[in-house]
């Protein structure tokens, strides 16, 4: 996995929890256990308890850097951290909900791994997700394109990326299980200030595996080649630059 920047992510982050808003707004009951999957620096941790202020909410994220940073700004016996990955790691108890956003994008076999998860949902319990599926738009193919470009592909061949998955095999998943599954898609039109945005909301995310697998002499011009190519793509505003996003979302409950 790479390693991730928190400030770097935190940089756009009324943008970034709006979905995760959006996702829980959407979760019925009064969960007492609340997993928090890729919780990344935990800001979100307060939305959860906002929502569910009796509930114990426990974030695990494979980045070390993220859950340092949780730990730090969520000083609260209600809410505990964990350094581990979510293609391996299992709750100790059944859980009310399991909750994430933007995580199964980067889990390779992330149906599986789902899968393995719903059987430590509690009955009558919730998994809710939120993955972007904007994988066609330019701030993914001009990554792609810009780094299979000589003398970028000798160090990006292979490099990790995001893994989309189309929403119907969601579907299939939880509703194959017998559980009850509300899902949807919404195009966020953010509307982003500063010179090069896109480039630095992607460069906290999703080109980040590009930006670290490059040697430090190649990195800057990568980026000035496809900071150049995203300002083309998404052409500043008086207003700010217009960045559409889409997302998947998807709550499923237990029907046991």
Same mark, same amino acid.
């Given at each position: 996995?790479?390693?991730?920047? $928190?400030?770097?992510? =935190? +940089?756009?982050?009324?943008?970034?929890?709006?979905?995760?808003?959006?996702?829980?707004?959407?979760? +019925?009951?009064?969960?007492?256990? @609340?997993? /928090?999957?890729?919780?990344?620096?935990?800001?979100?941790?307060?939305?959860?308890?906002?929502?569910?202020?009796? *509930?114990?909410?426990?974030?695990?994220?494979? &980045?070390?850097?993220? @859950?340092?940073?949780?730990?730090? /700004?969520?000083?609260?016996? #209600?809410?505990?951290?964990?350094?581990?990955?979510?293609?391996?790691?299992?709750?100790?108890? !059944?859980?009310?909900? %399991?909750? &994430?956003?933007?995580?199964? +994008?980067?889990?390779?076999? +992330?149906?599986?791994? @789902?899968?393995?998860?719903?059987?430590?949902? #509690?009955? /009558?319990?919730?998994?809710?997700?939120?993955? $972007?599926?904007?994988?066609?738009?330019?701030?993914?193919?001009?990554?792609?394109? @810009?780094?299979?470009? $000589? !003398?970028? *592909?000798?160090?990006?061949?292979?490099?990790? *990326?995001?893994?989309?998955?189309?929403?119907?095999?969601?579907?299939?998943?939880?509703?194959?299980?017998?559980?009850?599954?509300? =899902?949807?898609?919404?195009?966020?039109?953010?509307? =982003?200030?500063?010179?090069?945005?896109?480039?630095?909301?992607?460069?906290?995310?999703?080109?980040? !595996?590009?930006?670290?697998?490059?040697?430090?002499?190649?990195?800057?011009?990568?980026? *000035?080649?496809?900071?150049?190519?995203?300002?083309?793509?998404?052409?500043?505003?008086?207003?700010?630059? %217009?960045?559409?996003?889409?997302?998947?979302?998807?709550? #499923?409950?237990? #029907?046991?």
């Amino acid at each position: 996995m790479p390693v991730w920047d $928190p400030a770097r992510y =935190l +940089q756009f982050a009324d943008d970034r929890s709006r979905p995760f808003v959006d996702l829980v707004g959407r979760v +019925q009951g009064t969960p007492r256990t @609340i997993v /928090d999957l890729g919780c990344g620096p935990g800001h979100l941790t307060e939305v959860l308890r906002g929502r569910w202020p009796d *509930a114990q909410v426990h974030g695990v994220d494979s &980045s070390p850097e993220m @859950i340092e940073r949780a730990s730090a /700004d969520n000083r609260d016996d #209600a809410a505990t951290y964990e350094l581990a990955d979510v293609a391996a790691w299992t709750p100790q108890r !059944p859980v009310d909900l %399991v909750v &994430s956003n933007a995580l199964f +994008q980067w889990v390779p076999d +992330q149906l599986a791994v @789902i899968e393995r998860l719903t059987a430590h949902v #509690a009955p /009558d319990g919730t998994f809710a997700l939120q993955v $972007p599926r904007n994988y066609d738009s330019p701030s993914h193919t001009l990554l792609r394109d @810009i780094g299979a470009e $000589p !003398p970028f *592909a000798a160090h990006t061949a292979g490099v990790l *990326a995001d893994r989309g998955t189309e929403p119907t095999a969601y579907l299939e998943l939880f509703a194959g299980l017998g559980w009850h599954v509300d =899902l949807w898609e919404t195009t966020y039109l953010h509307v =982003l200030p500063g010179d090069d945005p896109v480039f630095d909301w992607v460069s906290g995310t999703g080109a980040r !595996p590009y930006l670290q697998a490059l040697p430090d002499e190649l990195r800057d011009d990568f980026a *000035a080649a496809y900071r150049a190519a995203l300002r083309s793509a998404y052409p500043r505003r008086p207003w700010g630059t %217009v960045f559409p996003f889409r997302r998947t979302f998807v709550v #499923a409950r237990r #029907a046991d």
